[in-house]
Every structure is written in C-alpha cells, then in structure tokens.
C-alpha cells in the first residue's frame, strides 16, 4: 500500500469530502446491515460466489465496496495457502464491524476505509478484485473499474456480482410506494437493481481495459420471516425510512398489506423466499 493505516476512521474523512455521500451509514446501520442483510441475502451470495470460481493459492485478494466484509471472512475458509486479504469499504462504520467480526487466521489482513475510485495501493498489488454489489452505487464506474484495474497485477482477476433483475419483493413495495408515498421514494426501494444490463456491464469492462470477460447467472433465495414484521423491518431500514415513517402507522401497514397481498407465490408458511438473480462477471486485467 502506498501509506500508512488506512483501517483509521481520521484518515478517511478527506476522501469522504469528494464523493457522494448518500451512501454514508451510521455504526446502528452498519450493524444491523450485518446482523440482517449479511445472514439473508449477502453471505448465501458469497458462497456461492467463491464456489462458483477458482482462488489464486497465496495470493493477494482485495474486496472493494466490502461492507462488513463477508467476503473476507469466508475467503479464511476458503483461500488455499496463507494469502493476503484486504477489504474495503467507502464507509468507516462498515469497515469498523468488518474488522471486528473477522476471525483471527494464519492470513495476512488489512482493512481501508476508501473511495473504490482512488485506493492508497500500488499499482498491480493484487491477484484478484472482489466487489460483490458495489458497482451498482459507484457514482463514478468508469473511474471505479479503471483504477481497481491498476492495483490487479497482469493477469490478476476482477470477479464481480451485480444484481441481473429486480427482486419481485422491492418491486412489489415499490408498486405500493408509488400509490401511497411518492415516486421518489418508490424509485429508491428499487435503486440496488437499477443497473443491470448485463451487456452495459460488459462494454464497460471491455472500454476499462479488461479482457476475456465472462458472465454466468447466480440464483439464490432470500427469506422474508416473519412475513410482516420482517417486510415492515425492511421498508423502515431503507433510504426511504423518514418519509415512509411521515406517512403514519396506516400507511406503512398498508404498504405491507399491498406488497404481501401481491406475494403470495413465494409464500412456504410464515415465510416468503424471493428469488433473486444476479450476473457473476469474472474479467482479466492483461
Ligand atoms: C450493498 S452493499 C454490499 C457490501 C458487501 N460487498 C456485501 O456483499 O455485503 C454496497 C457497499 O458499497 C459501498 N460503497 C458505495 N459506494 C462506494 C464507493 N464509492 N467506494 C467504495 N465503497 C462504496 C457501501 O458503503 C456499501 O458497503
């Protein structure tokens, strides 16, 4: 790395100072992000992911936009050899329960709390990129994919998942928003879906310099149980919360009523399983 400890909060404020800050999270959010989205949606995601590619043996592993870093903590299972883990997330709350919830391993681990468009990190110093759902939120993704192909060595690899539909629960509380609350707010239950033509990804990849760019489909399911308290825990953990919350109790109740009514489908008891699809993309830097 190119200087001193990035895992300290203070060195991160300067980089927060030039990007958009929509995404900056509380430590309460940041905890309840890993106590419920991590074990419901981002951690069978992970899995997946890692069973679906093949790990460099004791090689220097970086994921970016890593969050509470579920990747890093199953790459200790799963990284033949010692290797290098370093995670990295814009928000500091983030990075902090990522350091704190990381088992101890015979692996090398380092956390930096930065931008994904400008990494304190040599140029070719990884073998392999992670950014699990992160695109999407980069406000700059020409910026952002062009310097994580800096820091990959030639050779080294960018495996990257973004969301290839829009899961028919955020749809359905969208549909409902739209009624009760406002467009806005129904826009932005569905923001982590927004971008995910997979053939703009591609372009993408391929104008930023990567080469032999291959995208497979994952599928995995995500529990909504219980079925009303966790779609109310949902609506009332988003972007949206204040001005759903402005609404009054009858309006969030019938908001749940509106997007349960419509997911009957996916019902099994006490429980709706919502499928949802995402593009794994795996890219070389030459
Ligand atoms: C949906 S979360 C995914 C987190 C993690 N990859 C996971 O699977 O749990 C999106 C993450 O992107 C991060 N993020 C958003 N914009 C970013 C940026 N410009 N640079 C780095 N991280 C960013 C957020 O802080 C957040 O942790």
Redesign the pocket.
């Known amino acids: 790395m190119r200087y001193g400890n990035h895992t300290q909060v203070a060195t991160f404020n300067g980089v927060n100072m030039s ?2 800050n929509s ?3 509380s430590t309460a959010a ?1 905890e309840s ?1 890993e106590n419920q ?2 074990p419901a ?3 069978p ?2 899995k997946a992911t890692l069973e679906a590619i093949a790990l460099p043996e004791n090689g220097a592993i970086i ?9 890093p903590r199953l790459l200790t299972e799963h990284l033949p050899g010692k290797g290098r883990i370093v995670g ?4 500091p709350a ?1 990075i902090e329960v990522a350091r704190r919830t990381m088992p101890e391993t015979g692996h090398s681990v380092d956390w930096i709390a ?4 400008d990494l304190p990190c040599e140029d070719g110093e990884f073998d392999m990129a ?5 695109l ?5 993704r020409p910026a ?1 994919l062009a310097e994580i192909n800096r820091v990959l060595a030639p050779g080294g690899k960018l495996v990257l ?1 973004v969301w290839s539909s829009i899961s028919p629960f955020f749809q359905a509380v969208s549909d409902s928003l739209k009624q009760r609350v406002s467009e806005t707010a129904a826009k932005q239950a569905v923001g ?1 879906f927004s971008f995910r033509d997979g053939d703009v990804i591609s372009s993408l990849l391929g104008d930023t310099g990567f080469t032999d760019i291959a995208v497979t489909q994952l599928l995995i399911h995500r529990p909504i149980s219980p079925v009303r308290s966790a779609t109310r825990a949902e609506m009332l953990a988003s972007v949206y919360e204040k001005e759903l919350r402005a609404k009054g109790d009858a309006v969030i109740e019938a908001v749940i009523d509106d997007a349960i009514g419509v997911l009957e489908e996916y019902r099994d008891g006490d429980c709706l399983m919502i499928p949802q699809e995402t593009h794994l993309f795996q890219a070389v830097k030459p």
Do not use: W
């Not at 999407?136 to 700059?140: A, K, L, M, S, V």
């Open positions: 990007v958009d995404f900056q999270l940041a992000y989205k991590v949606i981002f951690a995601l992970a994921d970016l936009a890593c969050g509470t870093g579920i990747i990295s997330d814009l928000n983030m930065s931008d994904v468009a992670f950014v699990q759902q992160g999407q939120f980069f406000p700059e952002a998942t982590p």
